[in-house]
Nanobody, 122 residues
């Protein structure tokens, strides 16, 4: 399995914005749901947002109204627009097909890419 390639992270001040990108390999991109996830220092990986092949996207409560997930099927790319960033958003962000804890892929190192680091600090 080829891992996704995330990019766009960096250092930003509280209240700032970043847009993350995730390039995914494979011909079946357009029919899969994709999610963004994050892992803060010293914490477990958590799910952040999901965008299905069709229909509404969903977000974890802490980012609702601040983050927007989108996709470009022609480019096999998923995006995460992050506005009004706060220090608690500091984490390594990952994207992949939508999985949740309990799925064997969640704990498989081969499933995840390198991620992109987001640091929110003044």
């Amino acid at each position: 399995q080829v891992q996704p390639v995330e990019s766009g992270g960096g250092l930003v001040k509280p209240g700032g914005s970043l847009k993350l990108s995730c390039r995914v390999s494979g011909r079946l991109f357009s029919i899969d749901a994709f999610s963004w996830y994050r892992q803060a220092p010293g914490k477990q990986r958590e799910w952040v947002a999901v965008i299905p092949a069709t229909g509404a996207s969903f977000y974890t409560h802490s980012v609702e109204g601040r983050f927007t997930i989108s996709r470009d099927n022609a480019a096999n790319t998923v995006y995460l627009q992050m506005d009004n960033l706060q220090p608690e958003d500091t984490a390594v962000y990952y994207c992949n097909r939508d999985v949740r804890p309990g799925d064997s892929r969640w704990s498989s190192a081969d499933f995840w890419g390198q991620g992109t680091r987001v640091t929110v600090s003044s």
